[in-house]
Structure formats: C-alpha cells, structure tokens
C-alpha cells in the first residue's frame, strides 16, 4: 500500500512565523504535490514536484516556496503566516506512468491555524 | 479536462450495494475516468479508474458505458465507513504534474 505521511496532523501557528509542512512518501514515485483545501473552493494547487530538486508552481504559488532534496520527502514552506494561509494542507504523490499517472495518493492533511 | 457531472447526495443502506453514477458526455478518447473519495476531515483516497473496460478491484468496481459517456461506481456492500463524498474525474493519462480538479461530487450516506 502506498503510504503518504505528513508531520503534524492539527498546527497552530502565529500571524508571521515560518512554518514548515513536512511530507513522505514511500513508494518512490517521481511526483509530489502540495494542496490546499477550504470550503467551497475545492482543492488548489500550490506547487508540485516532478523530481529531485525540481519544482513548478501549482494555480496559487504566493506566499509559498517548497524544497525537495530527497526523492521521498517534500516540503512546503509558508514564508510568513497570514491569517488567509489558515487552511487544510494535503500533500500527494502519484506515479508517472502512462494511465495511473491521475492516480494521486494522499496524505492525511495537515489543518493549519494561523492566529 | 472533460466536465462531470454527478447527483449532489445518495442514501445507502448497510450492507446493499452503493451506486454512483457519473455522466461525463464530452468526454475524448485518451481522457480516463478516476474516482476518489474524501471521508470527513481526511485527505482524498484513490478509489479505482478506468479508460473504456470495466474494472474492479478490491474496493470497488468501475462500469463505463460503450459510448464511455457515463460511468458508475459500485460498493457491492457498503459499510458505515463509506459515508464519504465521493468524486468522479476525467483526464488525460499522461497529465502527470497537473492538479485534480474535484468537482462537488455525490455525497453518499451509508445508514444502518
């Protein structure tokens, strides 16, 4: 089974500090994502990752960046908190073949607090 | 990707089989049909996908009709924990670093 994890399930944070999301996955697969979920928008992409070092910005980029040193982890990173970063964070990694590659498998999510 | 469109809520009683349809009629050639579902306060999980052949696996089964212009998903006996909302998406196999796009999906209310 394709396991996804991600450091913190519930964070509160203030209004300016840094924070940093962690995720794993143990299925060496080459592509990573980090999302956003809030009610009545769905889920958004912030940024993804097709390799090592590699990253592309996802549909609402701003105020994030994200660092990928290791094929298994993926880190999001909020420069600054703002209260508007207050949010469900889900990572996702997927495969790249051809046919599964919209097989995207989740982590639990991080619900994030930004006093 | 090709739009779906799927009923907002369903009602299932335990144990019977949970039937989900999806109509995606624009759908292209090379565009697969996925399924996801999202239990309360959890992240999405895959459930199954398919191009134009039925599919099952060991959570569900996948019917799509000929013309591939709708879909349904089967839980042969649905349980309480699968009340979740369930999501049907279309999309081109190779769009490997593109976001799911969730539409509102079917909410599915599993009762004893």
């Known amino acids: 089974d394709v396991k996804v994890t991600q450091s913190s399930r519930y964070l509160v944070k203030r209004t300016g500090e840094k924070v940093f999301l962690e995720c794993v996955q143990d299925m060496d697969h080459e592509n990573m994502f980090w999302y956003r979920q809030d009610p009545g928008l769905g889920l958004r992409l912030i940024y993804f990752s097709y390799d090592v070092k590699m990253k592309e910005k996802g549909d609402i980029p701003e105020g994030y960046s994200v660092s990928r040193e290791k094929k298994e982890r993926f880190s999001l990173i909020l420069e600054s908190a703002s209260t508007n970063q207050t949010s469900m964070y889900l990572c996702?990694?997927?495969?790249?073949?051809?046919?599964?590659?919209?097989?995207?498998?989740f982590g639990p999510g991080t619900r994030l607090l930004v006093l | 990707d090709a739009k779906t469109t799927q009923p907002p809520s369903m009602d299932c009683a335990e144990g019977r089989a949970a039937n989900l349809p999806c109509n995606h009629s624009?759908?292209?050639?090379?565009?697969?049909v996925y399924w996801y579902r999202q239990i309360h306060s959890q992240g999405p999980q895959y459930i199954i996908h398919?191009?134009?052949n039925n599919e099952t696996n060991e959570m569900a089964s996948l019917i799509i009709t000929e013309d591939r212009k709708s879909s349904t998903l089967i839980l042969p006996h649905a349980t309480l924990r699968d009340t979740a909302v369930y999501y049907c998406i279309v999309r081109v196999a190779n769009q490997a670093g593109t976001a799911l796009i969730f539409g509102k999906g079917t909410t599915l209310s599993v009762s004893s």
């Open positions: 398919g191009l134009k």
């Open positions: 624009t759908i292209s050639g090379n565009e697969y």
């Open positions: 996702a990694s997927s495969p790249p073949l051809s046919g599964r590659a919209g097989t995207q498998y």
